[in-house]
């Protein structure tokens, strides 16, 4: 190779390297309609990179591998014994004789096999025939009657009753810079070889045809509805080979004038050091060209996953937003000003009957709260705590739906099943959620006695401040905070019983009503950017759950890019 060509080649294997990590990068996590479709071309998208694509432009002049492919019982194994003249390859009647894969090849030629050049996924083992094969791996044969140049790999039937002999079978058809596809005359229209050699043909694979055991009489009939069949799925040139029906010899061999043509063919390949390049060019143009729709094809997927994650995650985020939606709802349509919070509001100002008997001048109302509070001790603990409850309840309640109705949405959705079932604990609120609620509320308790506290800038307002206490005037500024925002109707006065009215008089003849309406802004305020802090966190789970699977949302640019860069490169 000249300088100039040595560069190129550099080039493209550099490119094609790139495709190969962006595909490995590729995850495809979540149970999508095309996961399964992707997963397979991600497969076989790295194993014929690494088996043959690579390996091939990394050493073009490498001998010629040839693997012998078929379905059961088409004679695979007893054809390449015949070839060799020596029984490297089991068979038999058993089924399946060939378990793992045997690669024979001239002696000279070992240099090229013996490494992890081709098949670097396949352990490297020797031994006779007889001996059983682990399971990985791919026995070397060196034979002296195989021309160099050429090696012969003898694989799994393509049918095999064994699911990982079928998809080793296709691994190592995809490793081939040429398919000798062995069948028989009673089986070689079946299906399943023909979405092989389908396959063989969009992808642009070098392939001849071995119709073994076929009766002398039915060649003349047989062989040419196979030319045809081949010409209909793409494959016009592919050469046929027919091997009549004989007896074997002794030792299991096919008598040579059976596979004569055959023979001839081969060895004529191995000596031909142009017809040999002529082949592989094909097959390794073939594969190159099929590596953009394939990868477009993973890419689609990819886009898919990216999808579901995203609707995944938009599912709790838009639940969250519901939630924290609820809680400021909740804050100011009185809900809080109900039950528990009303009744220790009565017992803090007196009974049920004060509420009946104060007038209507803003100072008797002051002067009866006061009298209420000097002449018994005001449960003001007490307000506190239903107040404290109230808004932890709220909180606890809205995000208990949340966590429920995002379990139910991510059951529908695709992938959320299967991560609902490996985190069972999203159905739910976190474990410490309550306590953080509580820790919350009393955090934002404080925060309140500091804006009352803050509010008082002089004597007047501190002297009234104290007549009340600072604790009794920020549990008037609660009340009041959970009145609506846009102020007091008549139908919040009687959902509230009077309460937010009779706090929001105090606080006004203290502060004034814009100090108070700014006071109430910023402690509802404050409890919103607290519950949203809480949520987001809450909401956080379901994103790092999405997340720990993998990122799938560069995955389709980065994959369309290497596939953009290898087509510039090898144009």
Same mark, same amino acid.
């Given at each position: ?5 040595? !560069? ?8 094609? !390297? ?53 379905? $059961?019982?088409?004679?695979?194994? !007893? ?43 396949? =352990?490297?083992? $020797? ?11 791919? *026995? ?5 009657? %195989?021309?160099? +140049? ?5 694989? @799994?039937?393509?049918?095999?009753? /064994? ?34 050699? *389908? #396959? ?18 039915? /060649? ?5 509805? &196979? ?8 494959? @016009? $040139? ?8 004989? !007896? ?21 390949? =191995? ?25 477009s094809t993973l890419a689609e997927v990819s886009d898919e996953q990216a999808l579901a994650a995203e609707a995944l995650k938009s599912a709790a985020s838009g639940n969250y937003e519901r939630a924290t939606q609820g809680v400021k709802d909740g804050m100011t349509d009185g809900t809080l000003l109900r039950g528990e919070v009303l009744a220790r509001w009565q017992e ?38 239903? %107040?404290?409850?109230? /808004? ?13 109705? $995002? ?7 695709? +992938?959320g099943d299967t991560l609902l079932a490996d985190h069972p604990e999203l159905a739910k609120p976190s474990a410490d959620f309550n306590p953080r609620v509580e820790a919350m509320v009393r955090q934002w308790q404080g925060e309140v006695f500091d804006i009352v506290r803050n509010e008082g800038g002089n004597r007047r307002t501190n002297a009234r401040i104290a007549a009340y206490g600072v604790n009794g005037i920020g549990l008037f500024l609660m009340l009041v905070s959970f009145a609506a925002t846009g102020g007091l109707t008549g139908a919040e006065v009687g959902?509230? +019983? ?28 404050? &409890? ?8 987001? #966190?809450?909401?956080?789970?379901? =994103?790092? /759950?999405? =997340? ?24």
């Amino acid at each position: 190779m000249t300088t100039s060509e040595t !560069t190129e080649a550099s080039v493209l294997v550099e490119a094609v !390297t790139g495709l190969r990590d962006a595909v490995e990068s590729s995850v495809l996590p979540l149970s999508t309609p095309g996961q399964a479709r992707g997963v397979t071309v991600r497969r076989e998208l790295i194993q014929q990179l690494d088996d043959y694509v690579l390996p091939r432009l990394r050493s073009i002049d490498a001998p010629l591998l040839a693997v012998v492919g078929g379905s $059961t019982g088409a004679g695979k194994s !007893t054809l390449v014994n015949s070839i060799v003249g020596a029984q490297v390859s089991r068979s038999g009647v058993l089924r399946p004789t060939t378990t793992s894969p045997v690669l024979v090849h001239h002696p000279q030629d070992r240099k090229w096999f013996a490494d992890q050049r081709i098949l670097p996924s396949l =352990a490297r083992v $020797t031994g006779g025939p007889g001996e059983e094969s682990a399971p990985g791996t791919v *026995r070397l044969v060196d034979s002296s009657s %195989l021309p160099a +140049g050429m090696a012969l790999l003898d694989a @799994p039937d393509i049918d095999s009753v /064994v699911h990982a002999n079928r998809e080793l079978a296709g691994q190592l058809l995809a490793a081939a810079d040429l398919w000798l596809f062995v069948t028989t005359a009673a089986r070689y229209a079946d299906a399943v070889p023909w979405d092989l050699l *389908r #396959t063989a043909a969009e992808r642009g694979t070098a392939v001849a045809i071995v119709l073994d055991r076929i009766a002398p009489e039915a /060649v003349d009939e047989i062989r040419p509805h &196979l030319a045809a069949m081949l010409r209909e799925q793409g494959l @016009p $040139t592919a050469p046929i080979f027919t091997v009549p029906e004989a !007896t074997l010899s002794p030792e299991g061999f096919l008598p040579p004038e059976a596979m004569g043509r055959l023979k001839a063919w081969l060895d004529a390949l =191995a000596g031909d050091a142009r017809a040999r390049s002529v082949v592989v060019s094909q097959t390794l143009k073939g594969a190159m060209s099929s590596l953009s729709g394939r990868t477009s094809t993973l890419a689609e997927v990819s886009d898919e996953q990216a999808l579901a994650a995203e609707a995944l995650k938009s599912a709790a985020s838009g639940n969250y937003e519901r939630a924290t939606q609820g809680v400021k709802d909740g804050m100011t349509d009185g809900t809080l000003l109900r039950g528990e919070v009303l009744a220790r509001w009565q017992e803090f100002v007196g009974t049920g009957e004060f509420f009946r008997q104060i007038e209507s001048t803003l100072s008797k109302w002051r002067d009866k709260l006061t009298a209420a509070v000097k002449g018994q001790p005001a449960p003001a603990e007490d307000l506190g705590e239903a %107040l404290q409850s109230g /808004v932890a309840n709220l909180l606890v309640s809205h995000a208990s739906a949340a966590s429920a109705d $995002t379990a139910r949405e991510w059951r529908r959705l695709p +992938g959320g099943d299967t991560l609902l079932a490996d985190h069972p604990e999203l159905a739910k609120p976190s474990a410490d959620f309550n306590p953080r609620v509580e820790a919350m509320v009393r955090q934002w308790q404080g925060e309140v006695f500091d804006i009352v506290r803050n509010e008082g800038g002089n004597r007047r307002t501190n002297a009234r401040i104290a007549a009340y206490g600072v604790n009794g005037i920020g549990l008037f500024l609660m009340l009041v905070s959970f009145a609506a925002t846009g102020g007091l109707t008549g139908a919040e006065v009687g959902i509230a +019983g009077g309460t937010s009215v009779l706090a929001q008089r105090v606080l006004e003849a203290i502060f004034g009503d814009q100090a108070v309406r700014e006071m109430a802004a910023k402690a509802r305020a404050s &409890l919103l950017a607290h519950v949203a802090e809480l949520y987001e #966190t809450e909401e956080q789970r379901y =994103a790092a /759950v999405v =997340a720990s699977v993998g990122d799938t949302a560069e995955q389709s640019a980065a994959l369309h890019a290497a596939a953009n860069r290898v087509r510039e490169v090898s144009a």
